[in-house]
């Protein structure tokens, strides 16, 4: 329409050009969306699968074509994963005890050192945050076997604290808070200082509290990572009591598959789907957050 | 005189905020570190009793067959993996990031970005059923298609690719994430400006595009070979290795000397070895992106 009306003026080059593409414009846009759509359908296939398995009788796990969507509701498959021989429930506590207490420790000790690192003037600081930053270059796959020595040493070897004492300490997390408290205004700590506030008051009553964004991202990330690891619970944890629910479905999985399809799938969709709750509401926090260990890790 | 005070008590602050993280970093990270590098040159006994053996771990690496396996299958994984995550995940991010509505971009991002957030354990779990040779649903379209069953996870020459192609489906989508946060970034007047001057398509992605996000896909790149070269979970789930070594990583020979045949000597060197690639790649980053990335 617009640019029937534009005919009658002299058009500039870009209007001209706009004529040329309306013929293949609707192509143009319609492209994409087809490809985008595929490539999720792609993606999402899997899910459906995993789901859609979970409510059939495990008679017809094995069903050929394959029925996408879930078209009975056998929910004794679910009932199944909490009777099998597998503690589902306890597997699902240790996971949650140990993803918990690695947050709360990275949130508390990696802003403790970020704020050092970004606004405290002490002898050797540069050096001390070099060095700390080229950890990030020592995979835990190299250091497994030292902390191994340490653990059983320590008597901790299929112990919660055997996962969680080394996963307090995250580089990533205190160049993650240092970055963000190099972003606050100089004027607002010295502010506070000319009131007689302390270091500890500084960091507790004015950074801390600002610092929202920045903790919300390293917690989703240091979660999500926690709760899915699996090389270090294999490594220390070896009892039923103690194991994690990555460890769980693995076993419940079988050796080559001869676990029970449906209720393997119950187990899975259920050890999926409050990953997938929290990625509805928190949609934008998680990307956000991805985004920032992308862009500063 | 105050200032001075004032100093010292940052100072002691500044010591007693780092004190925790630095604890924790002596004793789990330099202290292994080194400790694994020294360990690398005994014969390691893990109820007493190690004997320095200098270098003989090193030198069984060179006689090793299983190792050349296992490297040789990691090197592949990675290269094949990492390209196709870097390909298709910019692929879709710049389909993402043209001609559509926000709503629609933030609903297809999210699809694709959701398998990131999933454990590779579960991953793996779900993808056995459907690798599956004559129950599988993915042979089953094949079969449709005219293709003959895969032996997909039994067969030694497809079960790499198999690990490759559930590896890509689980992890483009953050390849997808940084590049759509890349392509926002780049100012849409030089699209402009190429439009007015009958710059085609394909010319504005090579002349625009590319030189612009070049640091973001360096990086991107950098990161997902740090991390394919670490594979672990995917396989250990999906193939346990097999068939024979056949789709074995580094990692897992290491795990599997270390902790099956407590070898802890050995299972040191190799992982020395693996520890030095990742330290090349990543100073190479450093070296490489001042030398031909181009920035803004």
Redesign the interface.
């Known amino acids: 329409m617009a640019t029937i009306l534009q005919t009658g003026r002299p058009s500039t080059?870009?209007h001209q050009?706009e004529d040329r593409a309306s013929a293949g414009q609707f192509l143009?846009?319609a492209l994409?969306?087809m490809?985008?759509s595929f490539?999720?359908f792609?993606?999402?296939l899997?899910?459906l699968?995993?789901f859609s398995?979970s409510l059939r009788p495990s008679a017809e796990?094995?069903m050929?074509?394959?029925q996408w969507l879930p078209t009975q509701w056998h929910l004794e498959n679910y009932a199944a994963v909490f009777q099998s021989n597998v503690p589902f429930v306890g597997l699902v506590l240790n996971s949650l005890k140990i993803a918990v207490a690695v947050t709360l420790g990275q949130l508390?000790?990696?802003s403790?050192?970020g704020?050092?690192?970004a606004r405290?003037?002490?002898?050797g600081?540069n050096f001390?945050f070099i060095?700390?930053l080229a950890?990030?270059?020592?995979?835990t796959?190299?250091?497994?076997?030292?902390?191994?020595?340490?653990m059983?040493t320590l008597g901790l070897v299929d112990n919660h604290l055997s996962i969680i004492?080394?996963g307090?300490?995250s580089?990533f997390g205190?160049f993650l808070m240092r970055q963000f408290y190099l972003t606050l205004p100089q004027e607002l700590l010295d502010a506070a200082r000319m009131d007689g506030a302390?270091?500890?008051t500084i960091?507790r009553k004015i950074a801390v509290p600002l610092s929202g964004p920045a903790l919300s991202a390293l917690a989703i990330i240091s979660f999500?990572a926690t709760?899915?690891n699996?090389?270090y619970p294999?490594?220390f944890l070896n009892s039923w009591e103690k194991m994690t629910l990555?460890?769980g479905?693995?076993l419940l999985?079988g050796?080559?598959?001869s676990g029970n399809?449906a209720v393997?799938?119950a187990a899975?969709t259920l050890?999926?789907l409050p990953?997938?709750l929290i990625?509805i509401v928190a949609?934008r926090w998680?990307?956000d957050a991805?985004?920032q260990s992308?862009?500063k890790? | 005189m105050l200032k001075l005070k004032e100093?010292r008590?940052?100072?002691?602050?500044?010591?007693l905020?780092?004190f925790?993280?630095?604890i924790?970093?002596l004793?789990?990270?330099?202290?292994?570190?080194i400790?694994?590098a020294g360990?690398s040159l005994t014969k390691f006994n893990?109820f007493g009793g190690s004997t320095f053996i200098g270098a003989e771990n090193y030198g069984r690496l060179l006689s090793d067959d299983r190792l050349k396996i296992v490297y040789t299958n990691t090197v592949i994984f990675t290269v094949f993996a990492v390209f196709f995550n870097i390909t298709v995940g910019l692929g879709?991010a710049v389909?993402?990031n043209?001609?559509?509505s926000s709503g629609?971009r933030?609903f297809?991002?999210?699809?694709?970005?959701?398998?990131?957030?999933?454990?590779?354990?579960?991953?793996a779990?779900?993808?056995?059923?459907?690798y599956?040779r004559d129950?599988g649903?993915i042979n089953?379209y094949l079969h449709m298609m005219g293709i003959g069953a895969i032996s997909w996870l039994s067969d030694p020459g497809w079960v790499l690719a198999s690990v490759i192609i559930m590896d890509v489906?689980k992890n483009t989508?953050?390849a997808m994430?940084?590049f759509l946060?890349g392509l926002q970034n780049i100012p849409s007047v030089y699209y402009e400006a190429a439009?007015?001057d009958?710059a085609s398509a394909t010319r504005r992605f090579g002349s625009i595009t590319l030189p612009l996000l070049s640091p973001t896909i360096f990086?991107?790149l950098v990161?997902f070979m740090?991390g394919a070269i670490?594979v672990?979970?995917t396989i250990?789930?999906l193939t346990?290795g097999g068939p024979g070594d056949a789709s074995r990583s580094v990692?897992m020979y290491?795990?599997e000397q270390?902790?099956q045949n407590f070898d802890?000597g050995y299972?040191?060197a190799v992982?020395?070895t693996?520890?030095g690639i990742?330290?090349v790649l990543?100073l190479g980053q450093f070296w490489f992106s001042r030398r031909w990335v181009h920035y803004e």
């Open positions: 080059q870009k050009l143009a846009r994409p969306v490809v985008l490539g999720a792609l993606v999402l899997p899910l699968w995993m398995t796990s094995y050929l074509p394959p508390i000790f990696c403790m050192a704020f050092a690192f405290l003037k002490f002898p600081r001390l060095l700390l950890s990030l270059m020592v995979p796959q190299v250091t497994v076997i030292p902390i191994f020595l340490i059983k004492l080394p307090l300490v580089a205190v302390g270091v500890w960091y999500n709760w899915n699996y090389f294999l490594v990555p460890q479905i693995a999985q050796y080559m598959q399809p393997v799938m899975v050890a999926i990953i997938l990625f949609q998680i990307v991805f985004v992308g862009l890790g | 100093q008590r940052d100072a002691l602050w500044g010591f905020f780092i925790p993280t630095y924790g970093f004793v789990f990270i330099l202290g292994p570190l400790a694994v360990i893990i879709l389909l993402l043209k001609s559509l629609l933030t297809f991002r999210s699809i694709f970005f959701f398998p990131v957030l999933i454990a590779h354990t579960y991953v779990v779900i993808w056995q059923f459907l599956a129950t649903v089953y489906w989508g953050f994430l940084i946060a439009q007015i009958g990086f991107v990161i740090i670490q672990f979970d250990i789930v346990g990692v290491i795990y270390a902790f802890l299972a040191s992982a020395m693996l520890f990742i330290l990543t």
